[in-house]
């Protein structure tokens, strides 16, 4: 200032804080991680419990933090997991784990992907998925006992000439929708025979 007054001065400090938000989800089956095809072979009606394991991986705060379930969810029509979960805010480095219980397996391979999304302070929402598998089964095996290439299935049966030559045959089918490994096929006359698989 003027007059040989003494100096002034004033300061004012400025922050911001680098933002970089991430999450990641891992849906489990009955406590197991099944991201590859086939997944376990389980039973068709086998009860199952799906858990899934969300994680704040970024620096910052997510709220409004939502996990849908795109198939296989009896919770609402809209697959909406979040009932499930027990918040929808995690800090940095938190995790929690939504449940999902009394669904059973169905017929055949199964597949699907669940989402999390999450919202940051600043920035775009922030997603992760995950997908899971597994193989309903219907094992099931059918023999057919020909005699003579006929299937002689009641009495009398086939009528054959005593003292002539007859022939045995034993038609295994696999009549279920999963592979079957040693089979051994045996009658009342102590005949047995081994197969090694049976797709």
């Known amino acids: 200032p003027p007059g040989g007054l003494a100096d002034v001065s004033d300061e004012d400090p400025s922050h911001y804080f680098g ?3 991430d999450i990641t989800i891992q849906k489990k089956l009955n406590g197991v991680h099944y991201d590859a095809i086939p997944g376990p072979y389980l ?3 086998d009860s199952i419990a799906w858990t899934y394991l969300v994680e704040n991986t970024g620096n910052v705060n997510l709220t409004g933090i939502i996990v849908i379930d795109d198939s296989g ?3 609402d029509s809209s697959d909406d ?3 499930g979960c027990p918040k929808t805010t995690l800090v940095p480095g938190e995790t929690m784990t939504c449940e999902l ?3 059973a397996a169905t017929l055949g391979q199964y597949h699907n992907v669940v989402i999390v999304t999450g919202t940051p302070p600043v920035g775009t929402n922030k997603t992760a998925s995950d997908s899971s598998y597994y193989f309903g089964a219907d094992s099931a095996v059918e023999v057919e006992f020909l005699v003579n290439d006929n299937p002689a299935d009641s009495a009398l049966g086939l009528y054959v000439l005593a003292g002539t030559d007859i022939t045995l045959k034993y038609a295994v089918y696999n009549a279920g ?3 079957l490994t040693n089979l051994v096929v045996s009658d009342s006359l102590g005949n047995t025979c081994n197969i090694p698989n049976l797709n």
Do not use: H, K, Q
């Open 43 to 45: 039973l068709i009606g």
């Open 101 to 103: 219980t009394g669904t």
């Open 177 to 179: 929708n999963v592979p």
């Open 73 to 75: 969810t009896p919770v």
């Open 19 to 21: 933002s970089v938000p």
């Open 81 to 83: 997991l979040t009932a």
